[in-house]
């Protein structure tokens, strides 16, 4: 098992600007999320997704979306980046509750 | 509004010493709390708590919960440089089926030889 993988590690982009963030996982966990963790401010939910074609928001979803058609992929977009994005970002998956969360490498990503 | 307190913010000590980390939650619908250690990378986990006074340990690292006073202390005996590291707390809650996790803004140790 890969466990939980996240492309790409870093990149950067400018302002305006569009990408997606890939996570993959092989573990068939249903329940996936992706977080964001900015200095001093711990990690927070952006979105988050129960099963394939089923996804909601979390704390800070603005300026990004998602979509789950997959159990294995969970790709977060940003279809206009400001640099107030600037972070470095988290997705992890769990078979049950988000107790036992399994955590990506994650992306750091810098908005110019 | 939900949330989890983490204090202090920063603590730097000497390797041998004890700490001990804080995390304070307001939550509805509590269900758990968990202690994750990050090192530059994902964090890892540490514990899980659901029940007021029962200590979990795992070798110099022990946590205890008091669901009345809705806090939480992490515990970290004789100090070691490689304990340096950030300490986040999180709770979860909620009353679906997997609930939700808020994160306190961490606790960074740096542990000096």
């Known amino acids: 098992n890969a466990g939980v993988t996240q492309t790409p590690k870093f990149q950067v982009l400018k302002t305006g600007q569009s990408m997606t963030l890939q996570c993959a996982q092989d573990m068939n966990h249903e329940y996936m999320s992706w977080y964001r963790q900015d200095p001093g401010m711990g990690l927070r939910l952006i979105h988050y997704?129960?099963?394939?074609?089923?996804?909601d928001q979390g704390e800070v979803p603005n300026g990004y979306n998602v979509s789950r058609s997959t159990t294995e992929d969970f790709p977060l977009r940003l279809l206009s980046a400001a640099p107030s994005q600037t972070s470095v970002y988290f997705c992890?998956?769990?078979?049950?509750?988000?107790?036992?969360?399994?955590f990506g490498p994650g992306t750091r990503l810098l908005v110019l | 509004e939900d949330k989890v307190v983490q204090s202090p913010l920063s603590l730097v000590v000497h390797e041998g010493d004890t700490v001990t980390l804080n995390c304070s939650y307001e939550v509805t619908n509590f269900r758990s709390l968990l202690w994750y250690k990050q090192e530059k990378k994902a964090p890892t986990f540490l514990f899980m708590l659901t029940s007021s006074g029962i200590e979990k340990k795992s070798g110099r690292l022990s946590s205890i919960l008091d669901k009345k006073e809705l806090f939480s202390i992490l515990n970290i005996t004789a100090t070691q440089t490689g304990d340096s590291a950030v300490y986040l707390c999180?709770?979860?809650?909620?009353?679906?089926?997997?609930?939700?996790?808020?994160f306190g803004q961490g606790t960074t140790l740096q542990v000096k030889p």
């Open positions: 997704s129960v099963g394939a074609g089923i996804t």
């Open positions: 999180a709770v979860v809650y909620g009353s679906s089926n997997t609930g939700k996790l808020i």
């Open positions: 992890a998956s769990t078979p049950t509750g988000v107790e036992t969360q399994y």
